[in-house]
Antibody, heavy 120, light 108 residues
Framework: QVQLQQWGAGLLKPSETLSLTCGVN????????WNWIRQPPGKGLEWIGE???????NYNPSLKSRVTFTVDTSKNQFSLKLSSVTAADTAVYYC??????????????WGQGTPVTVSS | SSELTQDPAVSVALGQTVRITCQGD??????ASWYQQKPGQAPILVIY???NRPSGIPDRFSGSSSGNTASLTITGAQADDEADYHC???????????FGGGTKLTVL
């Protein structure tokens, strides 16, 4: 059974860097896109970006200047860093596995979510 | 446009059929996928592609698509189906994943 387990700090001050990691159990990183998605309180899902096992990245343009994804194939995990956070970055952050096909792009596994609050 | 549009809220009487829609240009290239999310929980995949259900998803959930509109239909809605439903696809021009704003389903 494939499981995604995520961890990282949940309380940050403005201007700090958010750092989260997602460990993948039961599956190889190869053949999928590994994504970060966030959900502000009371709002919908916002795609942050994706990375593959080779380290190729694809970011949401609205966050691209502040986001960095990395992948560690030896540990079967991938990570998110979001710099210069503000209160607008307060959200639940999810990691998720995307299965890309010719006509479907779907998230079949999700992490448990990490609530992140930015407050002074 | 790369956005996906969903009605913010829909209601259905217990046991009746409800359709939740998702509109956007990206759906002309990629099928939508649908996720159910209950309060405090991560989303779970309920329909992907034309009409595919992951293992464990009841067969009262079905999907369809026409042009730039995808639909999730729940036939015989149950109280347990009360949740937020999100659709997603990919914008072929930018290669960015897109989500709809989500639809809150209330079962009366």
């Amino acid at each position: 059974q494939v499981q995604l387990q995520q961890w990282g700090a949940g309380l940050l001050k403005p201007s700090e860097t958010l750092s989260l990691t997602c460990g993948v159990n039961g599956a190889s990183l190869s053949g999928y896109q590994w994504n970060w998605i966030r959900q502000p309180p009371g709002k919908g899902l916002e795609w942050i970006g994706e990375i593959n096992h080779g380290g190729d990245t694809n970011y949401n343009p609205s966050l691209k200047s502040r986001v960095t994804f990395t992948v560690d194939t030896s540990k079967n995990q991938f990570s998110l860093k979001l710099s210069s956070v503000t209160a607008a970055d307060t959200a639940v952050y999810y990691c998720a596995r995307l299965r890309p096909t010719v006509v479907i792009q779907y998230f079949d596994r999700w992490g448990q979510g990490t609530p992140v609050t930015v407050s002074s | 446009s790369s956005e996906l549009t969903q009605d913010p809220a829909v209601s259905v009487a217990l046991g009746q059929t409800v359709r939740i829609t998702c509109q956007g240009d990206s759906l002309r290239r990629y099928y939508a996928s649908w996720y159910q999310q209950k309060p405090g929980q991560a989303p779970i995949l309920v329909i992907y592609g034309k009409n595919n259900r992951p293992s464990g998803i009841p067969d009262r959930f079905s999907g369809s698509s026409s042009g730039n509109t995808a639909s999730l239909t729940i036939t015989g809605a149950q109280a347990d189906d009360e949740a937020d439903y999100h659709c997603n696809s990919r914008d072929s021009s930018t290669n960015h994943v897109v989500f709809g704003g989500g639809t809150k389903l209330t079962v009366l």
